[in-house]
Every structure is written in structure tokens, then in C-alpha cells.
């Protein structure tokens, strides 16, 4: 990656039930606000790249508001109304997030954002959005299964970021705050997720830390003539 500079910063996280805290920065110095009190990491000048970052960098005039849900009561028929129109764009646009024969509508996505929507839970399913100006520019959902077989593990489902706001480092934010959810709220051990191959994710989330464990080779049949392995990806330790 080449040369960050030091921009001034505007990062702001909410959880349901608590008003936002903005804090201001620079690019080598996030900062983020954790349990009431103001918490401050020092990040490498390839910042947002590291995976020991809690929350992606956005320029000054642009504050990235981060809201975790895990309750389907607090969801408003606005945010819902949001989700799904974001599910839909970045589908129809080739985004890789779990409708994989585009186009979609109202009618395909609908019934599974509410689906996905019902299931959220303290314990077994987090929904987490980025507002930035003021609008949805991405969601990220994390599952976990509680037996303990497996409850030392979560899985990352349906990460994606509104076409408009790419390259603006929210996708790796979400993926960051994630981390940090799962490590301190949830108490897990890993995140596991399954990618699309030929999409260039495993180079994404390579560069927040994650690592290519294996792969499914030919497993998902987009077209006649477009197979793709499915990629299965881990992040641990948290």
C-alpha cells in the first residue's frame, strides 16, 4: 500500500440506547470510545491495512457513525427500509453479498432481510451499520452458535458497503468493529466466513488479517460458463 497521510479524522461509534461520541484525530492515531470512557490505539502509517485497528479512518468532513443491533426491536421500519434497498443495489451493481444471480428486487430480498432481521440476538446475532453523512453506507452481520461445541467461533455473513461510499474504507471499518465486538462482547475466539473466489476478497480481508484456510473448488456455478471455488477464510486470534 503506499504512503497514508495524516488526515485529520472524524470517527464517531453508537451502541443502541446511547447517544454518539465524535472524537477527532489523525490518520496515525484512531480513536475510538469503548464502555463510556475515550480509548485511544496507535496505527501504523499503512493504518487502516492493520489488523489491530478497531475502526477505519474516514477524511474530516465525513464521520463514520458505527451502530450495533441485536434485537429486532430496535430496528425501525426506516433502517429496515434501508438494509434492503442497500441489499438490492449492491447486488444488482455485482457485489457479492449472498444473492448471487442478480438482478433482485423487493420481492427476493425482503423476505431474507427480515428473516436475517428476526434472528438477531445478544448472544447469537449482531447487525452492524455504518452511517456516514448521514446515510447507510454499509452493514455486516455476525452469527454465532452458542453450543459449546463450536460457541469459541462466529461467522461474518452478507459484509457490503452502498456502491457511493467505496473506497472510503468503510467495508474494513465494519470488519474491524466486528472484531472487536466478537473478542470483547462476545467472548469468541475466531471469525470464520466463506468468499466468492474471482471477486479479489481474499486480498481484502488478507489485508485486515485474515487468512485463506481452504477452498471448495468449483463449488458455486454463477453461469454455464462461470464456476468459482468458494473460498473459506479465518481471523484468529481475535
Known amino acids: 500500500m503506499g504512503h497514508q497521510e495524516d488526515h485529520a479524522i472524524t470517527c464517531s461509534l453508537r451502541r443502541p440506547g446511547t447517544e454518539s461520541v465524535t472524537t477527532h484525530t489523525t490518520a496515525a492515531e484512531a480513536a475510538c470510545v469503548e464502555g463510556g470512557e475515550r480509548t485511544t490505539r496507535h496505527l501504523p502509517r499503512r493504518g487502516l491495512s492493520d489488523p489491530s485497528g478497531i475502526l477505519l479512518l474516514m477524511p474530516h468532513d465525513s464521520a463514520l457513525d458505527l451502530v450495533q443491533i ?74 454465532r452458535d452458542p453450543h459449546r461445541l463450536v460457541g469459541h467461533r462466529g461467522t461474518v455473513h452478507h459484509l457490503q458497503t452502498r456502491p457511493a461510499f467505496r473506497g472510503r474504507g468503510i467495508g474494513s471499518a465494519l470488519v474491524h468493529e466486528l472484531r472487536r465486538i466478537a473478542r470483547d462482547e462476545l467472548g469468541l475466539e475466531q471469525l470464520h466466513l466463506a468468499a466468492r473466489g474471482g471477486e479479489g476478497l481474499e486480498d481484502f480481508y488478507g489485508r485486515l488479517g485474515w487468512r485463506e484456510i481452504g477452498r471448495w473448488p468449483a463449488a458455486l456455478r454463477l453461469a454455464p460458463d462461470d464456476t468459482r471455488d468458494e473460498v473459506l477464510m479465518i481471523l484468529a486470534p481475535l
Open 70 to 143: 441485536a434485537d429486532p426491536r430496535e430496528v425501525t421500519p426506516e433502517l429496515r427500509r434501508e438494509l434492503i434497498d442497500c441489499w438490492i443495489t449492491v447486488t444488482n451493481t455485482g457485489g457479492a453479498a449472498g444473492f448471487p444471480f442478480p438482478p433482485v428486487g423487493d420481492d427476493d430480498v425482503t423476505p431474507v432481510a427480515d428473516q436475517l432481521l428476526n434472528r438477531l440476538d445478544p448472544n447469537r446475532s449482531r447487525l452492524l451499520v455504518a452511517r456516514a453523512d448521514g446515510l447507510l453506507a454499509g452493514w455486516v452481520v455476525l452469527n
